[in-house]
Structure formats: C-alpha cells, structure tokens
C-alpha cells in the first residue's frame, strides 16, 4: 500500500495480528541471548542468532489472518525464537497423532509424571542428565512400570541464588484403563521409592504424579522449552556452559506403543514455520504481508504486497 506521496506505508507485525505478537518478544529474547554469547566468544552461534527469523512471510486470508508461509530459522538449541517454534511443533504433533492413539487404545488413560534430582553445578549437567537417562531405563524397565507407552521431556531451571542447575523429567504415560482401580496402582510414595531406587541414591526425590484431567494443559506442560528464556538470559557463563552440556542431547522422547504415532525426530524446517498451523491452506491469491525484524524499535514491521 502506498501512502501520500508514494511513499509505502509500514506496520507493526504486532498491531495487525494478535495471534502473532508473540514475535516481537521472543525475537527480542533472541537477540539477547546473541549478546551473551558474544561476551564468551560464541561467535558462530552470535551470526546465526543473528540471521534468525530476520524476515517474516504471511499469506493473509480472507478473514485477517495471518498464516506465516515463509521463514529462515537458526535452529541454535538455545534460541529462544525456535524453543518457541519447537514448542508449537511438538504440541503439534500430539494433536495430530491424538486420534490415532484414542483409535488404538480407547479405553487407555494419562498420568502425568515428573521426577527430580538434586540440582547439580552447571558444569556437572551433561553428567547429571546421563545419569537420570540410565535410571530412567532403570524404570521402565521395572516390571511394575505401569506406563504401556510415553511421551517424555527434560527441562532444566536455574537457581538464581547459587547459578546451580536443576534438570527434571516431564512424562505423559499412556496406561491401560483399570491402572487406577487395579492392583498395579502405584502411589505417590511408591513413585518416589521407585525412582530412588533407580536413581541409586540414598536421599528421596522429589516426585509428582498425578491423573490427567486436561490433556491440553498436560501436553503443554511436558511438551514446552528444555530452558525458559528467562534462564537463558540471566547470565552470560552459565548459557555457555549449558550450551557445551546439553550439546547434543534429546529434549524430547517417546517409547513404548507411543512411537507407532508420535515421532520424537528434529522437527522439519515445515514444521517450525507451520507450527500449530500445519494443516492451514494458503491460496496463491491471498495477499502477502512481509515483515522484517527491526533491531533498533524491538518489532517487526512490513508492508504488504499483492
């Protein structure tokens, strides 16, 4: 659109798309965390943060929306821009796959499970999650494992007061329906016993489980971040030394009947554009908004083309 004079009038991303206003906060996170690692010389990984999500494509449809179709992503572990994409990749692809599931084991229910460990020095994190990876093969393994399939995550938190690391495992476990009225019931204090025991340590853990009553929320919940961005942006050393630790290691797994329909592979470049949107049509007649981030406002701002 052209304004007076001919000059092309420019909008803010974030004034025209309600949906898509988390753009400007989590390229802005992006571009701290470039910041950082250019203070421990991380340069390769300042050029792609960089280069991330610099230019948007939207298709908009007849009704407003807008529907991104083209974008270059780094795919740095810890850039808070593609955490974000990943997220809505993952939740996804659990929405996609819910249907088969359900068709294959109707009568099956969810628990969500989330075990701990004692938060370890940072530069002890690649150890301490290799640790809990063993243990959790322990686990499943375990005849009384009541989970016929799963869906797991690892998230790890910072401890502001001490920079120390604090790695734990979300699990989704698909059970067989009579799992809370039969005798395989396993309590809260026989969860934490049971993964103490696979842990091989003398303390107790801190373990929470409980029935699923909102699918959506417990998806979300184990299928988010591996870190929240307020931690990778809390200091310099400690996101390097997290970068080395969890080079790669898997943030998400899934066993059991669940590998028959959900797949833990790297998401595709298709599927970090679509996110959630992966079934959205786009016609070739819907005009494009065009959108580049702006470094200096903190915002993404375009023009559309016909």
């Known amino acids: ?38 203070d421990v010389d991380y340069e390769r990984h300042v050029e792609r943060l960089d280069s991330c999500s610099q230019r948007l494509l939207f298709a908009v449809g007849n009704e407003g929306n807008f ?3 083209a974008a270059r992503f780094c795919r740095v572990r810890n850039c808070p821009t593609c955490q974000w994409r990943r997220q809505l990749m993952w939740k996804a692809r659990f929405h996609k796959a819910l249907p088969e ?3 294959k084991y109707p009568r099956h229910r969810w628990i969500l499970l989330t075990l701990t460990v004692k938060n370890c020095a940072i530069a002890e994190l690649r150890e301490t ?3 809990m990876n ?17 869906i797991r995550s690892t998230e790890v938190t910072r401890n502001e ?13 698909l059970v ?35 029935a699923v009553k909102d699918l959506n929320g417990a998806a979300k919940e184990v299928l988010k971040y591996t ?55 786009i016609s070739e007649n819907d005009p494009r908004f065009i959108a580049d981030w702006q470094k200096k406002k903190q915002r993404y701002e375009g023009v559309f083309r016909e």
């Open 101 to 103: 599931i359900e068709t």
């Open 67 to 69: 529907n991104l179709e």
């Open 161 to 173: 007061n001490d920079g120390s690391a604090h790695p734990h495992f979300h699990a989704l476990l």
């Open 1 to 38: 659109a052209s304004g007076e004079g001919g000059l092309i009038s420019k909008f803010y991303l974030s004034d025209l798309s309600d949906k898509d206003k988390p753009w400007d906060k989590h390229r802005s996170e992006t571009d701290i965390v470039a910041s950082l690692y250019q």
């Open 134 to 150: 063993r243990s959790w093969k322990r686990l499943i393994e375990r005849q009384n494992f009541p989970g016929a399939g799963f």
């Open 176 to 210: 067989k329906g009579g799992y809370f009225k039969g005798k395989g019931y396993l309590k809260q204090a026989d969860w934490t016993e049971l993964w103490r025991q696979c842990l091989k340590i003398e303390y107790t853990p801190v373990v929470n489980v409980k």
């Open 129 to 131: 999650v290799n640790h």
């Open 227 to 281: 870190v929240k961005p307020a931690d990778l942006i809390a200091d310099s050393y400690w996101l390097m030394e997290l970068t080395k630790q969890l080079h790669k290691t898997r943030a998400v797994s899934v066993g059991g009947v669940l590998k028959e329909c959900f797949s833990d592979e790297e998401p595709t470049d298709q599927e970090l554009i679509h996110g959630e949107e992966t079934d959205k049509e």
